[in-house]
């Protein structure tokens, strides 16, 4: 009788172990927000946050973690809804270029190959695959906004070469412009919240600002958008870029639907020998399809995202 005691006490202490073992996972991975369909853990939320520091290259530590929980959670919204309207519409595809394009470039800052980013992720207990399926989901949210709105996408050829024109006209040299940006919705903008943004980009800096006050998906880069060069960006956007220097940032620019910051991280010059104007042409017309899709990207998304029930828990 003695030894069925111990017996069940055994049993008890083992299944209120495993019980106990239970709602503790169920805390560490705990729903914070319903998005839609889709559910965003505390988890998922601190694999994010990880994943941003290490790819920005700063220390895991509370106070990195306290400046961009907030910027990373809108960023795990945002992804959440795209998310969800691409299951609606059934996409699959998506540029396994552009995909490559971007793994390279990582690798190449970390001065590594893809097995390196690798054990940088394992090294760093960050899940490398959620990190590649978020980078996917823009690819195919991409892959969407094309597929719905390429027929009103019209480029006038004519306003190009004169505009091609008229950038190269007695230059010796073209400029690429290494750039971020911080994108406000008309909608709130206000010199009351300009302000704001100015004020965050002071005390914190323009790529943290990015990532609290800007609604591009280039937030949770700091607003980083890479390279350009000259004559493939809008006029008011050069126009503004040629009154300051590398490091500092310009007046708001403003668009049709959005106002604009852009800060130039860097230049380099580039010699005009053998110029192809063919090329440049295609790149032009190529940027100004870029640039019509991501403003229909834009109003699809805010269309979508009002009509997303998002509940934080």
Not at 137 to 143: D, G, S, V, Y
Not at 269 to 287: P, T
Request: overall charge positive; aromatic content about 8%.
């Amino acid at each position: 009788m003695k030894s069925l005691n111990l017996f069940n006490i055994f049993l008890i202490f083992f299944f209120n172990s495993i019980l106990l073992s239970s709602a503790l996972g169920n805390i560490s991975s705990s729903i914070i927000v319903k998005v839609g369909s889709e559910i965003i853990t505390n988890s998922d939320l601190e694999n994010e946050v990880n994943t941003f520091l290490v790819l920005t290259k700063r220390q895991i530590n509370q106070s990195n973690i306290d400046k961009v929980k907030n910027g990373v959670l809108k960023s795990l919204i945002q992804i959440s809804i795209k998310k969800n309207e691409i299951k609606k519409y059934n996409i699959e595809n998506y540029s396994k270029e552009e995909l490559e394009s971007y793994i390279l470039n990582i690798t190449k800052a970390f001065q590594t190959d893809r097995a390196g980013l690798k054990r940088i992720f394992l090294n760093n207990k960050i899940d490398y695959e959620t990190f590649l399926e978020k980078t996917k989901i823009e690819l195919k949210w991409k892959t969407l906004i094309y597929s719905i709105y390429k027929n009103q996408i019209n480029i006038n050829t004519i306003e190009v070469e004169n505009d091609i024109a008229e950038r190269l006209k007695t230059k010796e040299a073209n400029i690429e412009y290494e750039l971020s940006e911080i994108e406000i919705s008309k909608n709130k903008y206000n010199e009351k919240y300009l302000k704001e943004v100015y004020n965050t980009i002071k005390l914190n800096g323009f790529n943290e600002a990015a990532k609290i006050h800007s609604i591009s998906s280039s937030a949770s880069e700091g607003g980083r958008i890479g390279f350009f060069k000259e004559e493939i960006l809008s006029k008011p956007y050069l126009k503004e870029l040629k009154k300051i220097s590398s490091g500092q940032f310009t007046d708001p620019i403003k668009n049709e639907e959005t106002i604009v910051i852009l800060k130039i991280e860097s230049t380099k010059s580039i010699k005009n020998n053998n110029l192809d104007l063919e090329k440049i042409k295609e790149e032009v017309i190529a940027k100004k399809k870029e640039e019509k899709l991501n403003l229909f990207s834009k109003s699809h998304f805010a269309n979508i995202q009002n009509a997303t029930l998002i509940k934080f828990q």
